[in-house]
């Protein structure tokens, strides 16, 4: 298994990704927060929150941030478990799923396995990581396919996805499908096990905490940034969640990636 690029980018100025580019690794990308364009061999998809993008060698790649605040997760990679799972169902360039913080924690120990030196990475890691990251998608695009999740939830979600950054109250989403707030609230605890508020409370920590791995940004700003309506309001449920203060998790953090 060969890693080229991995880890989360949050882009905040426009962007262009050379273009076009002949990919000559596999690409798996899942935008965020935000949107993008995206063109693959000519043609163009403006890619949403939860949309899954898969890109193979030999195609023609593009990508524009034309709006910044755009957050997505991407591997370029290569292997012969690469191409079989590639070649084992019928793969659309993008697909809508759910951003799953399964998925997102796959994907960053896979970056920071990646990130090692050379000397101290384990390939049979990285290896079993990458294919435990594909068995996720494939998962979700099951469960896509198979619609197990009543459409009008998965509505609510996008929409909890699409505005997790900003300060939407709940008869925001109930407004978004139609439906009472009484039903929404309801129907969404029923089928997800999770609040409405916990669900987006799960999307703004993972946000934050791959923030301050992966950016210079203040505490305060990296709050603002992952949809947290005050400081002391973050600073609360990140250690709940953490069991320490967002500023002794990062340096924690900063400690471990030196070693």
């Known amino acids: 298994m060969e890693v080229g690029f991995c880890g989360y980018s949050y882009h905040t100025t426009t962007y262009t990704f050379p273009s076009p580019n002949r990919l000559d690794t596999y690409l798996i990308r899942l935008q965020t927060e935000g949107t993008a364009r995206i063109g693959i061999n000519g043609k163009t998809y403006e890619a949403q929150p939860g949309d899954l993008l898969l890109?193979?060698?030999g195609d023609e790649y593009e990508l524009h941030v034309d709006n910044p605040a755009s957050g997505d997760y991407h591997l370029f990679c290569n292997g012969s478990s690469l191409d079989?799972?590639?070649?084992?169902?019928?793969r659309s360039h993008i697909t809508s799923i759910s951003i799953d913080p399964r998925l997102l924690s796959l994907w960053q120990h896979i970056t920071e396995e990646a990130r090692r030196p050379t000397t101290e990475q384990s390939h049979d890691l990285i290896e079993t990581l990458i294919e435990a990251l594909l068995l996720m998608i494939d998962r979700s695009l099951r469960?896509?396919?198979?619609?197990?999740?009543?459409?009008v939830v998965s509505r609510m979600m996008r929409y909890i996805e699409g505005n997790v950054t900003?300060?939407?109250k709940?008869?925001?989403v109930a407004d978004s499908v139609g439906l009472s707030v009484s039903r929404t609230v309801h129907l969404f605890k029923e089928v997800t096990g999770m609040t409405i508020v916990a669900y987006a409370?799960?999307?703004r920590l993972q946000l934050a905490e791959e923030q301050m791995r992966y950016t210079q940004h203040s505490l305060e700003?990296?709050?603002?940034?992952?949809g947290f309506r005050t400081y002391p309001y973050f600073h609360r449920i990140f250690k709940r969640k953490?069991?320490?203060a967002p500023g002794v998790y990062r340096t924690l953090q900063q400690k471990n990636e030196k070693k």
């Open 55 to 57: 890109v193979k060698p």
């Open 84 to 90: 079989a799972w590639w070649t084992g169902a019928t």
């Open 143 to 151: 469960e896509v396919q198979m619609n197990m999740r009543p459409p």
């Open 166 to 168: 900003n300060d939407f």
């Open 170 to 172: 709940i008869i925001d």
């Open 201 to 203: 409370q799960s999307i």
């Open 221 to 226: 700003r990296i709050a603002e940034l992952s």
């Open 242 to 244: 953490y069991g320490v």
